[in-house]
Structure formats: C-alpha cells, structure tokens
C-alpha cells in the first residue's frame, strides 16, 4: 500500500488536478494506492472570509460565496464531470449557502460551525478528484475520513484519538481491493458525529496517519517546491535547495 498526498497547489486547478490523476494512473497500475488531498489552493481562506463576512453582517459575504461557487463548478466543468457529479456538488454548494445565511442571520461563527464550514473545501476537492479519476481508474473511489478519524471536540485544533482511528483504517482498507481510494485531508469527526479539523495544514497529518495504521510502505508528500529549501523560495530570493538534510535539521527548520 502507498499513500500519496497532494496539496493544495497541486490541485488548485484543472489543469494541475489532470496532472496528479495521471500520477496516480501511473502509480497505479503497480501499487494499490490511497491518496489524500487539500482543498483547492486557497479554497480554505475563502471559505474562512466567508464565515467572518456572514458573522459581522457584511453583504459582502454572498460576492464570497459566488465565488467559491464559481470556482469549484468551473473546475468541475474543465474537468469533464458528468451531470450526476456536478448534481451532487450542486447539494453541497447549497448545504454551504444555507450554512452561510445561518450564520449571517444568527450572528454565530463557533469554532464548531468553522470547522463545518472549512470542511467543505476538502469535501469539494476530493470528490471532484474522485470522479474524474474513475474515468481513468475504474477500480477507485471516495471515502470519507470523518468515517475513519475520530478526534476529541477540540474544533479547528481537534486532537485524534489514535486507537480507534488506527482501528477504523485498517478494518477499512483490510476489506478493500480497489486500486484507488481518495480520502479528503484535514477533516475528521468527533465522537459524537460532529465533523471536525485537523488544524491548518492538516492534509500532510491526515496522510500520515493513513499510512501509520497501515504500515504502508510509501508515504509521499507531493508540493509545488521540489526538495527543501533554505527558506521559502517564493519569499526569499537566495533560497536554495538543501542537497542533504537530517530529520533532526529538518525537524528544526520547520519549527522557523
Ligand atoms: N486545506 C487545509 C488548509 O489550508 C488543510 C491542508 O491543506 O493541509 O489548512
Ligand atoms: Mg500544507
């Protein structure tokens, strides 16, 4: 088993999104493979500015919500999805525009309502990615994490609950044969049913912890940034790739 994500830039597009299908078609045809995606690159700010907007009465929320409507269907439409799928990420969108109008009319944005919220970008992402990639891997399908991740309600920074979540997976995935399974980063539920988030940045979490349970013999983090770099690179100018590196260096520069 491989685990493979991808970030949010990997799949801010259609055009990006066609480029990690065909690695997992690829990668595919020898490993069975599990990939867990961002929402599309940005997508999580918006939805965020969206549930502020709502919160502090500003009518400049719906411009938001057309947005992140706009976004997702013409990526969904560049990507050849079919009615049924555009259909289902119609519901969503809907289920986001009452949620938002919810929070606009009661003035309440609680760290559980965020997280509702965010959750849809990786909601959106994952299933789009899931659907156009069974044109092209019929043995592959969606799954959603919240069924298999279960944390504690801490919402927005939710801690997991490793043993049962490690349990959950691999129960899961024994009984699976498919090629392909897409799960959604980031997202996951609390014990009660509550969906809940991973904290920012979460997706590379989500994997890991896939591929922990599983044992899996890959764990790849795909980015826009080849290797490691002495700073970021679209910030600092200088920064260049660091040709060898110890978990104990790398470890320390992801703490600056
Ligand atoms: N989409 C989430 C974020 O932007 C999680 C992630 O991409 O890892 O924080
Ligand atoms: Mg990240």
Known sequence: MQV??????????????????????????????????????????????LGLLANAKDDRYKEVLKDIKDRHLRTANELGLDFEAVEYLNEMLSELERIAQGIYLINEFSVKTQDRVLSFGERMSSFMISEVLKKEVPQSQWADSRELIV??????????????????IRTYFKAQTRKVTVLPGFIARSEKGDTTTLGRGGSDFTAALVAAALDAEVLDIWTDVSGMYTANPNVVQQAFPIREISYQEAMELSHF
């Open 4 to 49: 493979l994500k991808f970030g949010g830039t990997s799949v801010a597009n259609s055009e990006n999104i066609a480029k990690v299908v065909a690695i997992l078609k690829e990668r595919s045809k020898k490993h069975q493979l599990i990939t867990v995606v961002s929402a599309l690159g940005g997508a999580t700010d918006t939805l965020l500015q």
């Open 151 to 168: 944390t504690d309600a801490n919402f927005s920074r939710a801690q997991v609950h490793s043993e049962v979540t490690h349990q959950n």
